[in-house]
């Protein structure tokens, strides 16, 4: 791994990340050299290693990060994406005064996939 890659997963791995993360996404690393990049590239272009996706359940990207961030601000931006996947996934609807929601609340936090992408070890 390069030095940015390495300090993204530094900043994946801090505590306080990866507690909020196992709280609302499924994290997949891939090597930029496999296979399997090559074909996510093919639906998700990747214009920067590292980076990190998003994924909404739809398939819709919601957040990339390009290239290393801090832990801090790693937090916000995943913060960013919970809230910006429940803005889309708990549509709220009136109807006669009443208020009806999409999806059972208890669903928000499993429905970000978080796509990771690393520079190999050479």
Not at 42 to 68: D, M, N, R
């Amino acid at each position: 791994e390069d030095e940015q890659s390495k300090q993204l997963m530094s900043s994946w791995e801090d505590v306080h990340v990866s507690e909020e993360a196992q709280n609302c996404c499924v994290a997949i690393k891939v090597d930029a050299k496999s296979d399997t990049c090559v074909q996510f590239s093919q639906i998700y272009p990747v214009v920067c290693i590292p980076s990190s996706f998003f994924i909404g359940v739809s398939g819709i990207p919601l957040e990339v990060i390009a290239g290393s961030v801090s832990p801090d601000e790693l937090m916000k931006r995943i913060n960013k994406v919970k809230k910006v996947n429940f803005a889309r996934k708990y549509c709220h609807f009136f109807k006669r005064g009443r208020i009806f929601s999409t999806h059972p609340i208890k669903e928000i936090a499993r429905d970000t996939i978080n796509y990771q992408l690393f520079k190999p070890n050479i």
